[in-house]
């Protein structure tokens, strides 16, 4: 039987690809996900190298959407989950952390941006009074 060049590239590519240790399945999935990891890293070095509360606003949003579905998805697949293994409740803790964080970042800087702006209100009646 002889074999044509097509039909032997086909099935060393089914092979490639279905065997657990192939390394272009590796690549073609630790891309997308070397990705998501470094995002937020790359966000929040953003986020500090501007220093401005409205610049930084939507991300911290994004990120306690991202947070509070990540937990509706933990609670949605609950079942799925090794409850005695301790590491399944270090990452919904984590999880939990880091959805509370940006919370209280979110509603503390809030708070700072409005007393600022009463604070420059009070100062611009202050001189104008002056004149």
């Given at each position: 039987?002889?074999?044509?060049?097509?039909?032997?590239?086909?099935?060393?590519?089914?092979?490639?690809?279905?065997?657990?240790?192939?390394?272009?399945?590796?690549?073609?999935?630790?891309?997308?996900?070397?990705?998501?990891?470094?995002l937020?890293?790359?966000?929040?070095?953003?986020?500090?190298?501007?220093?401005?509360?409205?610049?930084?606003?939507?991300?911290?949003?994004?990120?306690?959407?991202?947070?509070?579905?990540?937990?509706?998805?933990?609670?949605?697949?609950?079942?799925?989950?090794?409850?005695?293994?301790?590491?399944?409740?270090?990452?919904?803790?984590?999880?939990?952390?880091?959805?509370l964080g940006?919370?209280?970042?979110?509603?503390?800087?809030e708070?700072?941006?409005?007393?600022?702006?009463?604070?420059?209100?009070?100062?611009?009646?202050?001189?104008?009074?002056?004149d």
């Amino acid at each position: 039987m002889v074999r044509l060049p097509d039909q032997l590239d086909a099935r060393q590519r089914y092979h490639t690809l279905s065997s657990p240790t192939s390394n272009s399945l590796q690549n073609l999935v630790s891309s997308p996900l070397g990705g998501w990891f470094a995002l937020p890293g790359v966000s929040a070095l953003l986020m500090a190298r501007d220093g401005r509360w409205s610049a930084s606003r939507v991300v911290v949003l994004a990120g306690a959407v991202l947070a509070a579905l990540i937990l509706a998805g933990i609670a949605r697949a609950w079942g799925d989950f090794d409850q005695s293994n301790p590491l399944t409740w270090v990452y919904v803790a984590l999880i939990a952390l880091t959805l509370l964080g940006f919370a209280a970042l979110y509603l503390g800087m809030e708070a700072y941006r409005r007393r600022r702006r009463t604070a420059n209100r009070n100062a611009v009646v202050t001189l104008g009074g002056r004149d």
